[in-house]
Nanobody, 127 residues
Framework: QLQLVESGGDMVQPGGSLRLSCAASGFILERYAVGWFREVPGKAREGVACISRNALGTYYTDSVKGRFTISRDSAKNTVNLQMNSLNPEDTAVYYC????????????????????WGQGTQVTVSP
């Protein structure tokens, strides 16, 4: 089982930026499609962004397109989520997840396609 740990969550003012990191241990993260998801109490977990195994495919939910960027840092065996222009609606617990069986060039924002999940990191956007 892939072990994933999220980091970088914090409290930030509207308009600010954060960078979340998803670190893998025991396996090469490049062999997994990786998604970032977020969860607000009382609502279903939402797919935010994902990156394909070969990094040729990246996908974003409409509400974050143009503000968030997902990328791989192979040297650190991580996948990062750069979040700019944050607003209060971005407040959530953010999770990363890995999909070992994904096609090379695509990824999914559907939670059921991912096998391994981190514990989450809290992002709070508030004045």
């Amino acid at each position: 089982q892939l072990q994933l740990v999220e980091s970088g969550g914090d409290m930030v003012q509207p308009g600010g930026s954060l960078r979340l990191s998803c670190a893998a241990s025991g396996f090469i993260l490049e062999r997994y499609a990786v998604g970032w998801f977020r969860e607000v109490p009382g609502k279903a977990r939402e797919g935010v962004a994902c990156i394909s195994r070969n990094a040729l495919g990246t996908y974003y939910t409409d509400s974050v397109k143009g503000r968030f960027t997902i990328s791989r840092d192979s040297a650190k065996n991580t996948v990062n989520l750069q979040m700019n222009s944050l607003n209060p609606e971005d407040t959530a617990v953010y999770y990363c997840a890995g999909d070992r069986e994904a096609y090379a060039s695509i990824c999914s924002l559907t939670t059921s396609t991912y096998e391994d999940w981190g514990q989450g990191t809290q992002v709070t956007v508030s004045p």
